[in-house]
């Protein structure tokens, strides 16, 4: 008994990693459950007793993949508390490295909203409450760094963090998610730059 209790985790976890590397190499619709037990080395009851069905365990992948941008966002922007500038910045830099490397497949979040537009689907729930969190948290910052209009800077800056994720998949490591960086500097500066004074004798 306690032998068929630890054995149960053990099948989940490999059903979610293997689930979660086909999911995000091939897309999500275009894997099977069988194909995932199989590959997995479990059964289809083990994987229905943890998750319930398919699209449920699309929906724990994809809230594993929310979890692992927050970690890597957190760790390129707490170098720079105090200067929201700073770790916009950062955070491009990291969003470049990941953007070009070879066989890069884009966010598995924002490749699940194109797979799945049904509003219903527990996969497409997360992934737009995701992007709804990371939208809120580059307001955040925008108005932190005293931004004229905070939320259009956001919103920019969410335009070309999408942009990365696709035109990766679209043009590879020499494509223009390189320009990302480049780009944020410029749009952060228009929006933070101090107006010219329009009566300078008056002073």
């Not at 931004?147 to 223009?176: H, W």
Request: glycine share 8%; with cysteine.
């Amino acid at each position: 008994m306690p032998r068929k209790t630890a054995e149960a985790p053990r099948a989940a976890e490999r059903i979610l990693t293997t689930a979660g590397e086909l999911f995000y190499r091939e897309g999500a619709r275009a894997i099977g459950v069988d194909e995932i037990v199989a590959k997995a080395g479990a059964t289809k009851p083990s994987l229905y007793r943890a998750f319930g069905s398919k699209d449920q365990l699309i929906a724990r992948y994809l809230q594993d993949q929310a979890e692992q941008f927050w970690a890597y966002f957190d760790a390129a922007v707490e170098p720079h508390a105090g200067d929201p500038k700073a770790q916009l910045l950062a955070f491009f830099d990291v969003l470049t490295e990941r953007t070009t490397r070879k066989g890069y497949r884009g966010c598995g979040l924002s490749n699940a909203v194109v797979e799945y537009p049904e509003p219903s689907h527990p996969g497409r729930q997360v992934a737009v409450d995701h992007k709804a969190d990371l939208r809120k948290r580059l307001r955040d910052l925008t108005r932190a760094m005293d931004a004229r209009k905070p939320k259009k800077l956001a919103d920019g800056l969410l335009l070309l963090i999408e942009g990365a994720y696709i035109t990766s998949q679209l043009f590879g490591s020499d494509g223009p998610a390189g320009a990302a960086k480049s780009a944020a500097e410029a749009l952060i500066e228009a929006h933070t730059r101090q107006a010219p004074d329009p009566n300078p004798s008056a002073a």
